[in-house]
Nanobody
Framework: QLRFVESGGGLVQPGGSLRLSCAAS????????MCWFRQAPGKELTGVSC????????NYADSVKGRFTISRDSAKNTVYLQMNNLKPEDTAVYYC????????????????????WGQGTQVTVSS
């Protein structure tokens, strides 16, 4: 059973940076496309950034392009989300999620395709 431990969230001032980590156990992540979603208070869950199995394909929500970078480390079985120039509107609970994929370059923001989810980590951007 694939499980995740998310870390790296916290309180940061606008313009600051955080790096979220999603460490997996129970299975190698090499078979999975990975995605970060977030949910702000009173709002729906939305896709932030996803990365294919190969790491060769990524996508980003328009609101985070140029500020966030997703990456994966096969040796550490971990996926990261580097978040720079954070804004108050980035405040949310961030979740990592995994979707088993045969296509090594497939990425998707379709929430229903992700079968395994982390417990979430809170990110608060405030002065």
């Amino acid at each position: 059973q694939l499980r995740f431990v998310e870390s790296g969230g916290g309180l940061v001032q606008p313009g600051g940076s955080l790096r979220l980590s999603c460490a997996a156990s129970g299975s190698t992540l090499d078979y999975f496309a990975m995605c970060w979603f977030r949910q702000a208070p009173g709002k729906e869950l939305t896709g932030v950034s996803c990365i294919s199995r190969s790491g060769g394909s990524t996508n980003y929500a328009d609101s985070v392009k140029g500020r966030f970078t997703i990456s994966r480390d096969s040796a550490k079985n971990t996926v990261y989300l580097q978040m720079n120039n954070l804004k108050p509107e980035d405040t949310a609970v961030y979740y990592c999620a995994a979707a088993k994929q045969y296509d090594p370059d497939y990425v998707s923001f379709r929430e229903g395709e992700y079968d395994y989810w982390g417990q979430g980590t809170q990110v608060t951007v405030s002065s």
